[in-house]
C-alpha cells in the first residue's frame, strides 16, 4: 500500500498519554495504532510470558509428532494417519491461540 497522504491534528496532553500508553501495550507504533482504528480493529495487548511458553510448548509438541509421523511412516508400526489427525488438531490449537491472543479484534462500533 502506498501511503501518500500525511494527516497532521492536535490532541491533548492526557490525549497525547493515552495514546503513548495504549501503543506500548499493543506494541504498535503511533501511525500503525491509527490504521488499525480507521478500519475499524482494536489492537490488543501484546500478551503476557505465558502465551509466549505455551507457543513454544506447542511447537515442540508438534515437531515430536512430525517426527514420531515420519518414523511410522517408515517402519509401518503406528497408525500415522492417526497421528497426522493429531498433528491437524495441534495446528488448529495454536491457530486459536494465535487469534485470541495477538490478532485485533474488529470493533464494530466504528462500522
Do not use: H
Amino acid at each position: 500500500m502506498n501511503k501518500t497522504i500525511k494527516k497532521q491534528f492536535w490532541i491533548t496532553p492526557e490525549d497525547d498519554e493515552i495514546l503513548k500508553l495504549k501503543c506500548e501495550k499493543a506494541c504498535l507504533s503511533e501511525a500503525a495504532l491509527m490504521r488499525y482504528l480507521i478500519r475499524g480493529y482494536e489492537p490488543r495487548e501484546k500478551p503476557d510470558e505465558r502465551f509466549y511458553k505455551s507457543m513454544n510448548d506447542l511447537s515442540a509438541i508438534g515437531r515430536n509428532i512430525n517426527q514420531i509421523v515420519a518414523k511410522a511412516n517408515t517402519l509401518n508400526f503406528v497408525d500415522a494417519p492417526l497421528l497426522a489427525e493429531e498433528l491437524n488438531k495441534l495446528k488448529a490449537l495454536r491457530t486459536k491461540i494465535e487469534m485470541l491472543y495477538l490478532r485485533p479484534v474488529e470493533n464494530d462500533k466504528w462500522q
